[in-house]
């Protein structure tokens, strides 16, 4: 049915604000996390940076359950504000995510050091260099977490500032 749209431009002033501030937090990070293999490349060979680039994959891959679980996590605080209260309540959420980011790349590392070829023939020559990134995950994934508790807590603007210092 034809209907007459009522727009309220005072709500577009904190909408944007808070857009342009995720936007710009989610470019940085994302920036940031494919400026690596460049200035890798810069300083190493073509094969230092394709096998770094690889490494990053994998870690990536094991973060993704992590990311998903942070965006229910991150939807659940914003309904309830209660909840990020307590300080064994967010070390425990903490230690949960450095566990499961060590637990999720020590397979990775375990599946090929069993077998090399499991995931291909590149992912196999990048496989001795896996195992001294064994924390990488965890700090990556600890750090995004801490990006999205700042988003559920509306502090935006601060995200943005601290993952463009983190680049």
């Excluded at 342009?20 to 990070?29: E, H, I, K, R, T």
């Excluded at 940076?49 to 094991?62: E, Q």
């Excluded at 965890?138 to 210092?165: C, S």
């Amino acid at each position: 049915p034809p209907q007459r749209l009522q727009v309220n431009f005072s709500l577009y002033g904190r909408w944007a604000g808070e857009s342009l501030a995720a936007m710009s937090a989610d470019m940085v990070f994302y920036v940031q996390s494919e400026l690596d293999k460049v200035v890798i490349l810069t300083m190493a060979s073509p094969q230092a940076a394709g096998l770094y680039a690889i490494a990053m994959r994998l870690i990536d891959l094991t973060a993704t359950p992590i990311r998903s679980f942070n965006q229910i996590l991150m939807q659940k605080i914003m309904r309830e504000r209660a909840m990020i209260t307590g300080f064994w309540r967010l070390a425990g959420i903490e230690l949960a995510i450095a566990a499961v980011s060590l637990a999720g790349f020590g397979a990775i590392i375990g599946l090929l050091w069993v077998h090399p070829h499991a995931m291909g023939r590149n992912v196999a020559m990048a496989a001795p260099v896996l195992a001294v990134m064994l924390c990488v995950p965890v700090f990556r994934n600890l750090v995004e977490y801490q990006a999205d508790m700042l988003y559920a807590r509306q502090r935006t603007g601060l995200r943005a500032m601290l993952l463009a210092a983190l680049a």
